[in-house]
């Protein structure tokens, strides 16, 4: 399928798109959708596939189980667009959405791929007892703000305590990250001091920060004993905010990215940069194409979840290319 001669880049979501019965209508109506599903049953042990489909919610909640089902049903999305003959200039994925962008670009299998990511959840929640760490959401205030207001909570306890920006995710939202005390220190301090809002995230670890550095030497050790190929099409990678083409790039990147923060308005805008114009957010969700109309309204942003969304974003291109 041709689309002008307009770059394009796909975008794969990460934790929090989950929902159950997520990839059951794509799996039911395209055989590479449903093969996807069976190689990640057999990739992992288990019914993954029943746990996307019919759940149950809680279970599908579950950090070890959330991620290899939001790269599977991301996968399965992406086979079946590629199947229809679109191919992008560019891949990213937020967090966890990275791997799905390896997979795309044929960086990693999808079965060692799908096997790291239960791995990468399951060391993530070990990582940190529960309720020692948190994560809040602060909007309305700009990086260099919330980075002040962060430091300052953080090294108001007597220890000192982590408290840091863990998700860059659009003008309006910075999520910040670290040990309870200290988020809900800056909570305080982003409201006294004008955010439009500051809340704190139903979440079951601190992601991107550096109480994960015990998950981060874990996931290491998994990465680096695997093969990576060079991406065949550039990938944006989280921690840099940059392009990414050769193997080692890419392992080093993933190794980084779970203490570091997900700098995915930086990663949109150098997409921008390069002139890509279409973006297209292929899994669960539409968490990333409300985040573009919050960086960018002037792009064009279309979900591929499941059929409907699919021959809606079809035709929109079958008529951007006519």
């Known amino acids: 399928m041709t689309i002008s001669n307009t770059p394009i880049a796909f975008l794969f979501p990460g934790q929090g798109s989950q929902t159950v019965g997520m990839g059951k209508e794509l799996a039911g109506n395209h055989a590479v959708a449903r093969l996807t ?114 430091s300052e909570a ?30 809900e220190r800056a909570i305080k301090l982003a409201n006294e001091r004008g955010a439009k809002k500051a809340v704190s995230l139903p979440v079951s670890a601190p992601f991107h920060c550096a109480l994960m550095q015990p998950a981060q030497d874990r996931l290491a050790r998994d990465l680096g004993a695997l093969s990576f190929q060079n991406p065949s099409c550039p990938v944006v990678c989280n921690v840099d905010a940059a392009v990414v083409v050769s193997a080692e790039a890419s392992r080093e990147a993933l190794i980084r990215q779970v203490t570091g923060a997900v700098r995915w308005e930086p990663s949109v805008r150098l997409l921008i940069a390069k002139g890509v114009s279409r973006f297209i957010e292929v899994g669960p969700g539409k968490v990333l194409w409300g985040l573009m109309r919050q960086i960018d309204r002037s792009k064009t942003c279309a979900t591929v979840g499941d059929e409907a969304s699919l021959q809606k974003t079809l035709a929109q291109i079958a008529a951007t290319a006519a």
């Open 154 to 183: 953080a090294n108001s306890a007597t220890q000192g305590e982590v408290c840091q920006a863990a998700n860059i995710n659009s003008p309006e939202q910075i999520v910040i990250s670290g040990h309870a005390g200290a988020v």
């Open 37 to 150: 599903f069976e190689e990640a049953d057999e990739a992992l042990g288990y019914k993954l596939s029943q746990l996307c489909f019919d759940g149950p919610e809680e279970k599908l909640k579950l950090t070890e189980i959330t991620q290899p089902a939001i790269l599977t049903a991301s996968v399965a999305a992406w086979r079946v667009l590629q199947g229809k003959g679109l191919r992008p200039q560019y891949v990213a994925g937020h967090s966890l959405g990275e791997y799905s962008a390896h997979v795309a670009a044929g960086t990693l299998t999808f079965a060692d791929a799908v096997r790291t990511v239960r791995n990468r959840g399951r060391y993530m929640q070990e990582a940190v007892p529960v309720g020692v760490g948190a994560m809040a959401a602060i909007l309305g205030m700009t990086l260099d703000q919330v980075g002040e207001i962060a």
